[in-house]
């Protein structure tokens, strides 16, 4: 009891309480140290939100299209992989998997210049593709490792029996495979959307400043004297992504309990 009492209290003191700080600074006209609380509170974040609302709802429009760009793309280039790593033993696999794993272990700036280089030769930068693209070099490495233990977790029984029954390859995936990976997908495709829609260098760098991105909006606020807009901006930042998984999750929720899996 007193140590989940104490997970409970650094979980309040680590998620809760710059929760409270940034809702306070949200509505506060001043917030000078040492005050324990704002001195004044007033709208005015809330009326900076209400005049740019076409010009935030476009920067968060454009990140969340990327973002999810990036999903689908790291999805299609992690599916076969991440079925070969499961199911089959070779030579240097452990070799190979580590070779795979190692942008996510990489500062992005190590490579990005060189690849903005790549991006321009071929005519991708500063388009969303682009932004898309290297998003995906940078993120796909979580859906590898999420897919991998998906596919770990069952055997190979339901693809034998869907082959047998007929089932092409392509119908297998669709019906069996990626069912049945839905938890291992949910879990990787978190990761990777909160990677993209949180990156402001890459964003900024491969699309040129072409692509609108959220986090870009937001920066040149961060590093003002104005908190109190700033505040509100990241509340949003916060607010988004976290409205997406709850609505995810209900959405698969409801599937497993069609399908009789709950």
Sequence with gaps: MIRLTGILALFVLLFVC???????????????????????????????????????????????????????????????????????????????????????????????????????????????????LILSVVSYPYMLRALTAGYQTYGENFELCARNLGASSWRTLLMVEIPLLLPALIAGATIVFLVSFSEYFLVFLIGGGSVPSYSGYIFPLLNSSDKSVASLLTLVFLVLPITFFFLIDRLIYRAYRKRGML
């Design 18 to 132: 710059p929760l409270v700080v940034l809702v306070l600074n949200a509505v506060s006209s001043s917030w000078a140290f040492p005050e324990i609380i704002p001195a004044s509170f007033d709208l005015r974040s809330l009326r900076y939100l209400a005049v740019h609302r076409h010009d935030i709802a476009l920067s968060l429009f454009s990140s969340c299209l990327y973002s999810f760009g990036t999903i689908i793309l790291t999805f299609v280039m992690t599916i076969m992989p991440a079925k070969l790593f499961a199911r089959t033993s070779f030579k240097g696999k452990s070799l190979l998997e580590g070779f795979l794993l190692a942008p996510a272990l990489i500062p992005p700036m190590a490579f990005a210049m060189g690849a903005h280089f790549i991006f321009l030769r071929l005519g991708i930068a500063d388009t969303i593709g682009g932004v898309i």
